[in-house]
């Protein structure tokens, strides 16, 4: 072929193609303007070729990480309300606001979940609930602090009237507060202090002093001291906690207070208590179901 030849195919191909144009890498047909630059009515324009994409008719699935975050939520403000309950209130708003900041990343804008609204409500329902775990926590626990701040306070008067008198409790006041001085009856039950002595270190190494009681069960069933009393120790007005012991002193039993008792069966219990300092301690015994304000007490100086 000559290379004439090839120049009359190149420019009869390029007068077919004259009526056409170039556009994103296809031949379009070429619109014929008329004078002064305007196209002619009913021209058709190219339009662009649509985007087959598969996922962008598909309808998005709610998000189940903002579903779960929104129940906990609501689970959480219910029990949030219920006192000792609520510390599971709390671990579920815990839980619960991280569902739904999970969600929240899920539905975002172009996410591939629906439910932004859902998400955002468990955040704020899980927050709510651990603020009002922790609200209700701190007024149950001054509303029992200001409970026995009645009990508190009359022991510490008891412990200056004793300190003051050389550690003996005079017996108008004891008359006047219902105090048996170191035995005495409380309802059916006959209780005596019998000593108060400085003991061996409990598990932590701290001192102690462990009390012995005596007590006799009057009634017609069968009691067990820890049960039928409440029996405490005091120093400089605060309760002493109770002593735990890897070498049980001489004399203690710790099963003793946890043994069931006839009726008219006397036992004796030694219980012990962790020390503070060498102050006097003050110990007192009242019945569990006597609400007449009865008590055996009495104080000891520690030597």
């Not at 031949?27 to 962008?56: F, H, S």
């Not at 006839?262 to 179901?289: I, N």
């Amino acid at each position: 072929m000559t290379w004439t030849t090839i120049s009359s195919l190149s420019r009869s191909r390029m007068a077919a193609l004259k009526p056409y144009t170039r556009r994103n890498s296809r031949w379009l047909p070429r619109c014929r303007r008329l004078p002064g630059g305007t196209l002619p009515p009913n021209t058709v324009y190219p339009q662009p070729a649509p985007d087959n994409d598969p996922d962008e008719d598909r309808p998005r699935k709610l998000s189940a990480a903002a579903i779960t975050g929104l129940v906990l939520g609501i689970i959480g403000i219910i029990f949030s309300f219920i006192p000792i309950i609520n510390n599971v209130a709390f671990i579920l708003g815990v839980i619960g606001l991280v569902f739904g900041i999970v969600g929240m990343v899920a539905t975002k804008r172009y996410g591939k979940r629906r439910g932004r609204g859902l998400a955002i409500a468990a955040v704020i329902l899980t927050i709510l609930a651990m603020v009002i775990t922790l609200v209700m926590q701190q007024a149950t626990g001054k509303a029992l602090d200001d409970a026995l701040g009645t009990s508190s306070t009359t022991s510490q008067s008891a412990s200056s009237d004793a300190k003051k008198s050389g550690g003996e409790s005079s017996s108008s006041a004891a008359a006047a507060s219902g105090a048996q001085d170191t035995e005495g009856d409380l309802d059916k039950l006959h209780v005596k202090i019998v000593s108060a002595a400085k003991s061996g270190a409990d598990y932590n190494g701290q001192p102690t002093v462990l009390v012995t009681y005596e007590w006799t069960n009057n009634t017609d069933k069968n009691q067990v001291f820890s049960v039928a009393t409440s029996a405490k120790a005091f120093q400089n007005g605060k309760e002493l906690d109770l002593a735990i012991y890897t070498e049980a002193p001489a004399g203690y039993d710790s099963n003793a207070s946890l043994q069931e008792v006839q009726p008219g069966a006397t036992q004796q219990v030694s219980v012990g208590y962790v020390l503070q300092d060498d102050s006097p301690v003050d110990v007192e015994v009242s019945g569990t179901f006597d609400f007449s304000g009865a008590k055996v007490s009495h104080t000891y100086q520690l030597q």
